[in-house]
């Protein structure tokens, strides 16, 4: 992560941990591979080693939008997802539904990074972001998440790459674009 410049673009510390990210397509996320908005259209299975009773964060955000050389909309959120017991993402507390990547034709590679942050306490929040509105996405700052809920160095990471692909567009179009 320190290479690819998601330190400190994102964040000041290196995760402890890799994440785990599956896709139903069969991709893999592995630390900046590329992989097509056709490959990450739906929600993954993410893992990390989780602590018993633990609650975590996960966190999906692009911080190259419009593009990398002029990233003005740093970062748009993609997943979140709060008061997951242990790793189990599925009974954890979605603000924001799951968006693949969807990157403007011809803004080159984007960067799409997980993070993982162990709760101090359970988080109260009613928020919601569907999947169908970029409201609430643009702009967001994983720095702002680790300060409100002090979170410190998240305990897992990962990330992937991708450029345009003939998937955009669908994507695109459910957002309202």
């Not at 994440?19 to 990390?48: F, M």
């Not at 359970?122 to 300060?147: M, W």
């Amino acid at each position: 992560m320190d290479t690819s410049g998601i330190i400190p673009d994102i964040i000041d510390d290196k995760p402890k941990a890799r994440v785990t990210i599956t896709y139903p397509s069969g991709a893999q996320v592995d630390l900046g591979k590329e992989l097509t908005p056709t490959q990450v259209k739906d929600q993954p299975t993410v893992s990390w080693d989780a602590e018993a009773g633990a609650l975590y964060t996960l966190l999906m955000v692009d911080p190259d939008a419009p593009s990398r050389s002029d990233p003005k909309m740093r970062e748009v959120l993609h997943w979140a997802v709060i008061n997951i017991p242990g790793n189990n993402v599925a009974n954890g507390q979605v603000l924001a539904e799951y968006v693949g990547a969807g990157p403007s034709e011809g803004s080159g590679l984007h960067r799409y990074v997980f993070f993982v942050f162990k709760q101090n306490d359970k988080i109260t929040s009613d928020k919601f972001i569907n999947k169908t509105t970029l409201e609430g996405r643009l702009n967001v700052k994983i720095r702002d998440y680790v300060a409100k809920y002090n979170f410190g160095i998240p305990v897992a990471g990962n990330f992937f790459q991708a450029q345009y692909d003939d998937y955009v567009p669908t994507i695109r179009a459910q957002l309202g674009k």
